[in-house]
Protein backbone atom coordinates (compact mmCIF):
# COMPACT_ATOMS: atom_id res chain seq x y z
CA UNK A 1 0.00 0.00 0.00
CA UNK A 2 3.04 2.54 1.02
CA UNK A 3 4.41 1.82 -2.60
CA UNK A 4 1.08 2.33 -4.46
CA UNK A 5 0.57 5.44 -2.71
CA UNK A 6 4.06 6.79 -3.35
CA UNK A 7 3.75 5.39 -7.53
CA UNK A 8 0.58 8.27 -6.85
CA UNK A 9 2.56 11.42 -5.11
CA UNK A 10 5.57 10.92 -7.78
CA UNK A 11 3.05 10.46 -10.45
CA UNK A 12 1.21 13.86 -9.11
CA UNK A 13 4.31 15.80 -8.48
CA UNK A 14 5.90 15.34 -11.49
CA UNK A 15 3.05 17.39 -13.10
CA UNK A 16 3.66 20.25 -10.37
CA UNK A 17 5.66 23.20 -11.64
CA UNK A 18 6.47 26.16 -9.84
CA UNK A 19 5.05 28.70 -12.79
CA UNK A 20 2.93 26.27 -14.32
CA UNK A 21 2.18 22.56 -14.39
CA UNK A 22 4.39 20.63 -16.12
CA UNK A 23 3.77 19.01 -18.93
CA UNK A 24 0.69 20.62 -20.18
CA UNK A 25 -0.35 20.60 -23.66
CA UNK A 26 1.95 22.41 -26.24
CA UNK A 27 0.34 25.19 -28.10
CA UNK A 28 1.00 25.57 -32.13
CA UNK A 29 4.53 25.62 -32.98
CA UNK A 30 5.35 29.00 -33.22
CA UNK A 31 5.93 30.61 -37.11
CA UNK A 32 9.52 29.69 -38.43
CA UNK A 33 12.09 32.11 -37.13
CA UNK A 34 14.07 34.26 -40.22
CA UNK A 35 17.01 33.63 -38.40
CA UNK A 36 18.05 31.74 -35.53
CA UNK A 37 21.16 32.34 -33.72
CA UNK A 38 23.30 30.00 -31.19
CA UNK A 39 24.93 31.91 -28.02
CA UNK A 40 26.45 31.17 -24.90
CA UNK A 41 23.98 29.50 -22.58
CA UNK A 42 21.28 29.92 -24.77
CA UNK A 43 20.30 31.01 -28.59
CA UNK A 44 17.42 33.71 -29.85
CA UNK A 45 15.00 33.56 -32.39
CA UNK A 46 14.83 36.53 -34.91
CA UNK A 47 11.61 37.58 -36.67
CA UNK A 48 11.89 40.15 -39.33
CA UNK A 49 9.16 43.24 -39.31
CA UNK A 50 6.76 43.30 -41.86
CA UNK A 51 8.24 44.61 -45.26
CA UNK A 52 11.80 43.98 -44.17
CA UNK A 53 14.71 41.83 -45.19
CA UNK A 54 17.37 42.10 -42.19
CA UNK A 55 17.12 43.23 -38.48
CA UNK A 56 15.27 46.63 -38.71
CA UNK A 57 14.36 49.06 -35.32
CA UNK A 58 14.68 45.59 -32.80
CA UNK A 59 13.00 44.41 -29.67
CA UNK A 60 15.19 42.29 -27.94
CA UNK A 61 13.56 40.62 -24.69
CA UNK A 62 14.11 37.33 -22.58
CA UNK A 63 12.28 34.24 -21.98
CA UNK A 64 11.33 33.90 -17.71
CA UNK A 65 11.50 31.26 -15.62
CA UNK A 66 11.11 27.90 -15.65
CA UNK A 67 12.72 24.56 -15.72
CA UNK A 68 15.59 23.48 -18.46
CA UNK A 69 15.35 25.44 -21.73
CA UNK A 70 13.35 27.58 -23.45
CA UNK A 71 10.59 26.25 -25.26
CA UNK A 72 10.09 29.18 -28.06
CA UNK A 73 6.33 27.69 -28.78
CA UNK A 74 5.26 28.75 -25.48
CA UNK A 75 6.92 32.34 -25.43
CA UNK A 76 5.66 32.94 -28.39
CA UNK A 77 2.79 31.98 -27.41
CA UNK A 78 1.84 33.78 -24.51
CA UNK A 79 2.87 36.97 -26.57
CA UNK A 80 0.79 36.42 -29.38
CA UNK A 81 -2.19 34.61 -27.99
CA UNK A 82 -2.95 36.40 -24.24
CA UNK A 83 -5.70 39.11 -24.95
CA UNK A 84 -3.47 41.08 -27.01
CA UNK A 85 -1.28 40.04 -30.29
CA UNK A 86 2.01 41.70 -29.50
CA UNK A 87 4.70 40.12 -32.27
CA UNK A 88 2.29 40.74 -34.37
CA UNK A 89 1.77 44.49 -33.47
CA UNK A 90 5.63 44.89 -32.75
CA UNK A 91 6.62 42.95 -36.35
CA UNK A 92 3.62 45.11 -38.35
CA UNK A 93 5.22 48.40 -37.53
CA UNK A 94 8.49 47.25 -39.08
CA UNK A 95 9.93 45.96 -36.02
CA UNK A 96 12.63 42.80 -35.37
CA UNK A 97 11.74 40.82 -32.51
CA UNK A 98 14.36 38.97 -31.08
CA UNK A 99 13.62 36.63 -28.66
CA UNK A 100 16.43 35.49 -26.55
CA UNK A 101 15.93 32.43 -24.89
CA UNK A 102 18.14 30.06 -22.49
CA UNK A 103 19.32 26.43 -22.13
CA UNK A 104 18.54 26.23 -18.97
CA UNK A 105 15.80 29.21 -17.34
CA UNK A 106 16.59 28.87 -13.62
CA UNK A 107 20.17 28.75 -13.80
CA UNK A 108 21.72 31.84 -11.99
CA UNK A 109 20.62 35.20 -13.44
CA UNK A 110 23.93 36.23 -13.39
CA UNK A 111 24.92 33.41 -15.56
CA UNK A 112 22.13 34.08 -18.03
CA UNK A 113 22.76 37.79 -18.32
CA UNK A 114 25.95 36.54 -20.24
CA UNK A 115 23.30 35.09 -22.81
CA UNK A 116 21.49 38.50 -22.80
CA UNK A 117 24.78 40.37 -23.04
CA UNK A 118 25.39 38.37 -26.37
CA UNK A 119 21.86 38.42 -27.24
CA UNK A 120 22.36 42.48 -27.21
CA UNK A 121 25.88 42.49 -29.00
CA UNK A 122 24.57 40.18 -31.97
CA UNK A 123 21.60 41.94 -32.93
CA UNK A 124 24.06 45.36 -32.77
CA UNK A 125 26.22 44.18 -34.99
CA UNK A 126 23.39 42.65 -37.37
CA UNK A 127 21.35 45.45 -37.74
CA UNK A 128 20.61 47.58 -40.38
CA UNK A 129 19.89 51.63 -39.45
CA UNK A 130 20.96 53.43 -36.38
CA UNK A 131 17.62 53.27 -34.24
CA UNK A 132 18.67 52.60 -30.46
CA UNK A 133 17.49 48.91 -29.41
CA UNK A 134 14.35 48.08 -26.67
CA UNK A 135 15.84 45.75 -24.28
CA UNK A 136 13.70 43.72 -21.85
CA UNK A 137 12.45 40.64 -20.48
CA UNK A 138 9.09 38.67 -18.94
CA UNK A 139 9.33 37.73 -14.77
CA UNK A 140 12.60 36.87 -14.19
CA UNK A 141 13.83 37.74 -17.77
CA UNK A 142 13.39 41.45 -17.07
CA UNK A 143 16.05 41.04 -14.02
CA UNK A 144 18.32 39.33 -16.57
CA UNK A 145 18.37 41.97 -18.81
CA UNK A 146 18.24 44.99 -15.90
CA UNK A 147 22.03 42.98 -14.58
CA UNK A 148 23.13 42.41 -18.19
CA UNK A 149 22.65 46.31 -19.22
CA UNK A 150 23.80 47.48 -16.01
CA UNK A 151 27.48 45.50 -16.51
CA UNK A 152 28.04 46.47 -19.63
CA UNK A 153 27.92 49.87 -18.95
CA UNK A 154 30.23 49.41 -15.60
CA UNK A 155 32.47 47.58 -18.25
CA UNK A 156 31.79 50.61 -20.88
CA UNK A 157 30.33 48.37 -23.46
CA UNK A 158 28.35 50.67 -26.38
CA UNK A 159 24.90 48.44 -25.85
CA UNK A 160 22.81 51.24 -28.08
CA UNK A 161 20.25 50.72 -25.98
CA UNK A 162 17.52 53.50 -25.46
CA UNK A 163 14.71 51.88 -23.19
CA UNK A 164 14.60 49.04 -20.65
CA UNK A 165 11.22 47.42 -20.18
CA UNK A 166 10.32 44.79 -17.29
CA UNK A 167 7.30 42.44 -17.73
CA UNK A 168 5.80 42.02 -14.32
CA UNK A 169 9.69 41.57 -12.82
CA UNK A 170 9.91 41.15 -9.73
CA UNK A 171 12.41 43.76 -8.94
CA UNK A 172 11.85 43.97 -5.01
CA UNK A 173 11.13 40.16 -5.02
CA UNK A 174 8.57 37.65 -6.05
CA UNK A 175 6.04 35.03 -3.34
CA UNK A 176 5.74 31.45 -3.28
CA UNK A 177 4.22 30.86 0.05
CA UNK A 178 5.95 29.43 2.43
CA UNK A 179 3.35 26.78 3.46
CA UNK A 180 3.62 25.01 -0.54
CA UNK A 181 7.86 25.78 0.10
CA UNK A 182 7.29 23.00 3.09
CA UNK A 183 5.53 20.93 0.75
CA UNK A 184 8.24 20.62 -1.83
CA UNK A 185 10.57 19.57 1.09
CA UNK A 186 8.09 17.37 2.36
CA UNK A 187 7.23 15.27 -0.80
CA UNK A 188 11.43 15.47 -2.50
CA UNK A 189 11.92 11.92 -0.85
CA UNK A 190 9.07 10.95 -2.98
CA UNK A 191 9.87 13.51 -6.04
CA UNK A 192 11.73 16.22 -5.94
CA UNK A 193 10.18 18.38 -9.06
CA UNK A 194 8.70 20.83 -7.27
CA UNK A 195 11.66 21.32 -4.96
CA UNK A 196 14.36 21.58 -7.58
CA UNK A 197 12.26 24.59 -8.58
CA UNK A 198 12.49 26.45 -5.79
CA UNK A 199 15.83 25.33 -4.70
CA UNK A 200 17.32 26.62 -7.98
CA UNK A 201 19.48 29.46 -8.15
CA UNK A 202 17.11 31.60 -10.28
CA UNK A 203 13.95 30.77 -7.73
CA UNK A 204 16.30 31.71 -4.56
CA UNK A 205 17.57 34.65 -6.35
CA UNK A 206 14.28 36.18 -6.76
CA UNK A 207 11.85 35.29 -3.91
CA UNK A 208 11.48 37.42 -1.00
CA UNK A 209 11.18 34.62 1.26
CA UNK A 210 12.67 31.15 1.32
CA UNK A 211 12.73 27.93 3.04
CA UNK A 212 15.46 25.63 3.05
CA UNK A 213 14.05 22.74 5.05
CA UNK A 214 10.14 21.61 6.19
CA UNK A 215 11.73 22.39 9.55
CA UNK A 216 13.71 25.60 8.60
CA UNK A 217 13.05 29.21 9.32
CA UNK A 218 12.05 31.59 6.40
CA UNK A 219 14.49 33.97 5.52
CA UNK A 220 15.97 35.66 2.50
CA UNK A 221 18.08 33.18 0.63
CA UNK A 222 22.37 34.02 1.01
CA UNK A 223 21.41 33.45 -2.83
CA UNK A 224 19.41 36.23 -3.26
CA UNK A 225 21.58 38.67 -1.08
CA UNK A 226 24.56 37.49 -2.96
CA UNK A 227 22.45 38.99 -6.44
CA UNK A 228 21.43 42.07 -4.58
CA UNK A 229 25.05 42.92 -3.44
CA UNK A 230 26.02 42.10 -7.28
CA UNK A 231 23.45 43.95 -8.95
CA UNK A 232 24.60 46.78 -6.55
CA UNK A 233 28.10 46.37 -7.75
CA UNK A 234 26.95 47.06 -11.38
CA UNK A 235 24.93 50.03 -10.04
CA UNK A 236 21.95 48.67 -9.31
CA UNK A 237 20.10 49.52 -12.77
CA UNK A 238 21.36 50.92 -16.34
CA UNK A 239 21.69 54.63 -16.33
CA UNK A 240 21.84 55.10 -20.41
CA UNK A 241 18.25 53.59 -21.09
CA UNK A 242 14.90 55.10 -19.88
CA UNK A 243 13.71 52.85 -17.71
CA UNK A 244 9.97 51.34 -17.87
CA UNK A 245 7.72 48.90 -16.33
CA UNK A 246 4.48 46.82 -16.32
CA UNK A 247 2.82 45.48 -13.52
CA UNK A 248 0.31 42.63 -13.81
CA UNK A 249 -1.43 43.76 -11.05
CA UNK A 250 -3.42 46.63 -10.13
CA UNK A 251 -2.30 50.27 -8.76
CA UNK A 252 -4.96 51.40 -6.14
CA UNK A 253 -4.12 49.18 -3.32
CA UNK A 254 -6.83 46.91 -3.83
CA UNK A 255 -5.91 42.98 -3.02
CA UNK A 256 -6.93 40.12 -5.47
CA UNK A 257 -9.89 39.14 -2.63
CA UNK A 258 -7.66 36.22 -0.98
CA UNK A 259 -8.57 36.84 2.87
CA UNK A 260 -5.57 36.13 5.34
CA UNK A 261 -5.73 33.07 7.07
CA UNK A 262 -8.41 31.51 4.91
CA UNK A 263 -8.18 27.83 3.87
CA UNK A 264 -6.88 27.87 0.22
CA UNK A 265 -6.33 24.05 -0.39
CA UNK A 266 -7.38 21.33 1.62
CA UNK A 267 -6.36 17.55 1.51
CA UNK A 268 -8.97 15.06 2.81
CA UNK A 269 -6.67 12.06 1.78
CA UNK A 270 -6.19 9.06 1.65
CA UNK A 271 -2.60 10.15 0.68
CA UNK A 272 -2.28 13.48 2.75
CA UNK A 273 -5.06 13.52 4.85
CA UNK A 274 -5.38 16.43 7.50
CA UNK A 275 -3.20 18.23 5.52
CA UNK A 276 -4.08 22.22 4.79
CA UNK A 277 -2.89 25.45 3.46
CA UNK A 278 -3.69 28.75 4.93
CA UNK A 279 -3.43 32.14 2.82
CA UNK A 280 -0.47 34.26 4.37
CA UNK A 281 -1.78 36.10 7.48
CA UNK A 282 0.16 38.90 9.98
CA UNK A 283 1.24 38.16 13.54
CA UNK A 284 3.42 36.13 14.91
CA UNK A 285 3.89 32.36 14.91
CA UNK A 286 1.08 32.85 12.45
CA UNK A 287 -0.10 29.25 11.19
CA UNK A 288 0.39 28.99 7.23
CA UNK A 289 0.19 25.16 6.88
CA UNK A 290 -0.31 21.62 8.11
CA UNK A 291 1.39 18.82 6.93
CA UNK A 292 0.30 15.51 7.44
CA UNK A 293 -0.62 11.94 6.22
CA UNK A 294 0.99 8.84 4.92
CA UNK A 295 4.61 10.53 4.26
CA UNK A 296 5.17 12.09 8.09
CA UNK A 297 3.56 14.71 10.07
CA UNK A 298 1.89 16.11 11.54
CA UNK A 299 4.55 19.48 10.53
CA UNK A 300 3.37 22.28 11.46
CA UNK A 301 4.32 25.66 9.31
CA UNK A 302 4.56 29.01 10.52
CA UNK A 303 5.82 32.76 9.63
CA UNK A 304 6.73 35.29 11.90
CA UNK A 305 6.18 39.18 10.80
CA UNK A 306 5.17 38.58 7.42
CA UNK A 307 2.16 40.72 5.55
CA UNK A 308 -0.71 39.25 3.84
CA UNK A 309 1.25 38.58 1.02
CA UNK A 310 -1.45 35.95 -0.78
CA UNK A 311 -4.10 38.76 -1.23
CA UNK A 312 -1.71 41.69 -1.99
CA UNK A 313 -2.25 43.55 -4.62
CA UNK A 314 -0.19 42.09 -8.03
CA UNK A 315 -0.03 39.66 -10.82
CA UNK A 316 -1.27 36.36 -9.70
CA UNK A 317 -0.06 32.59 -10.01
CA UNK A 318 -2.18 29.22 -9.83
CA UNK A 319 0.13 28.33 -6.46
CA UNK A 320 -2.46 26.43 -5.20
CA UNK A 321 -4.25 25.42 -7.92
CA UNK A 322 -1.53 23.34 -9.66
CA UNK A 323 -0.55 21.20 -6.62
CA UNK A 324 -4.27 20.50 -6.07
CA UNK A 325 -5.09 19.46 -9.48
CA UNK A 326 -2.05 17.61 -9.18
CA UNK A 327 -3.26 15.77 -6.64
CA UNK A 328 -6.33 15.42 -7.53
CA UNK A 329 -5.33 13.93 -10.83
CA UNK A 330 -4.64 10.88 -8.55
CA UNK A 331 -7.92 10.75 -6.55
CA UNK A 332 -6.51 12.77 -3.57
CA UNK A 333 -9.50 14.74 -2.23
CA UNK A 334 -8.67 18.15 -2.38
CA UNK A 335 -10.91 21.15 -2.07
CA UNK A 336 -8.42 24.51 -3.72
CA UNK A 337 -10.41 27.06 -2.23
CA UNK A 338 -8.06 29.67 -3.50
CA UNK A 339 -6.60 29.03 -6.58
CA UNK A 340 -4.52 32.33 -7.38
CA UNK A 341 -2.20 34.25 -4.85
CA UNK A 342 -0.12 37.06 -5.66
CA UNK A 343 3.40 36.04 -7.23
CA UNK A 344 4.68 39.32 -7.55
CA UNK A 345 3.25 42.71 -5.73
CA UNK A 346 2.52 45.23 -7.82
CA UNK A 347 5.05 47.66 -5.62
CA UNK A 348 7.80 44.84 -6.77
CA UNK A 349 6.94 44.75 -10.49
CA UNK A 350 7.71 48.73 -10.69
CA UNK A 351 9.94 49.07 -7.71
CA UNK A 352 8.30 51.47 -5.45
CA UNK A 353 8.25 49.57 -2.37
CA UNK A 354 9.90 46.87 -0.47
CA UNK A 355 7.41 43.73 0.77
CA UNK A 356 8.16 43.79 4.47
CA UNK A 357 5.29 45.89 5.48
CA UNK A 358 1.67 45.78 5.12
CA UNK A 359 0.79 49.41 4.49
CA UNK A 360 3.60 49.29 1.79
CA UNK A 361 2.63 46.19 0.10
CA UNK A 362 -0.92 47.53 -0.05
CA UNK A 363 0.10 51.01 -0.82
CA UNK A 364 -1.91 53.03 -3.47
CA UNK A 365 0.48 53.38 -5.94
CA UNK A 366 -1.78 55.24 -8.17
CA UNK A 367 -1.66 57.97 -5.06
CA UNK A 368 2.40 58.41 -5.04
CA UNK A 369 4.63 60.89 -6.65
CA UNK A 370 5.85 58.17 -9.89
CA UNK A 371 9.48 59.79 -9.48
CA UNK A 372 9.38 57.30 -6.09
CA UNK A 373 9.59 54.74 -8.30
CA UNK A 374 13.34 53.32 -9.85
CA UNK A 375 11.40 53.17 -13.34
CA UNK A 376 11.27 56.27 -15.42
CA UNK A 377 7.84 55.45 -16.46
CA UNK A 378 5.42 52.83 -15.36
CA UNK A 379 1.89 51.20 -15.94
CA UNK A 380 -0.60 49.10 -13.70
CA UNK A 381 -2.95 46.76 -14.59
CA UNK A 382 -6.91 47.38 -14.32
CA UNK A 383 -7.30 43.86 -12.31
CA UNK A 384 -4.71 41.48 -10.59
CA UNK A 385 -4.39 39.60 -13.39
CA UNK A 386 -2.16 36.21 -14.43
CA UNK A 387 1.37 36.99 -13.91
CA UNK A 388 2.79 38.16 -17.21
CA UNK A 389 -0.17 37.88 -19.15
CA UNK A 390 -0.02 40.03 -22.46
CA UNK A 391 -2.79 42.30 -22.24
CA UNK A 392 -4.26 45.16 -24.59
CA UNK A 393 -3.46 47.96 -22.25
CA UNK A 394 0.00 46.81 -21.52
CA UNK A 395 0.88 45.93 -24.94
CA UNK A 396 0.00 49.47 -26.45
CA UNK A 397 1.78 51.18 -23.72
CA UNK A 398 4.82 49.29 -24.31
CA UNK A 399 4.41 49.74 -28.21
CA UNK A 400 3.85 53.65 -28.11
CA UNK A 401 7.11 53.65 -25.76
CA UNK A 402 9.63 51.80 -28.38
CA UNK A 403 12.22 54.31 -29.40
CA UNK A 404 12.07 56.19 -32.54
Known sequence: MADNKA?????????IGLVAPVGKPAPAQAPPADEEWELPGGSARVYYGEGQKGVVRPVVLADGFDLGPTDFDWLWDGLENGRFPFNSELRRRGRTLVLVGFDERSESILRNAETMMAA????????????RLLVGGFSMGGLVARYALARMELQRIDHRVGCYVSFDSPHRGAWVPIGLQAFAHHIAPVDDTYLRQICSPAAQQTLWRYLDSVDGTPRESPLRTEFKE???????????????????????????????GAKALTCAG???EGTYFLAQPQGEAAEVAVLDGAFGGPHTITTSGFPELDGAPGGTLESFGIIGDALASVNENVD???RSVCFVPSVSAVSIRDLDRQEDLYINIDQLPPEESELDDFMLSQDNDPHTLMTEDIGKWVLDRLPD
Not at 7 to 15: E, F, I, L, N, Q
Not at 120 to 131: F, H, K, N, V
Request: glycine content about 18%; overall charge positive; cysteine-free.
Open 270 to 272: PIF
Open 120 to 131: IMRTGAEQLGDT
Open 230 to 260: ELQKVGGWPRIPRLIGVSSGRGDGVGNGVRA
Open 7 to 15: DKVRKAARS
Open 336 to 338: IVH
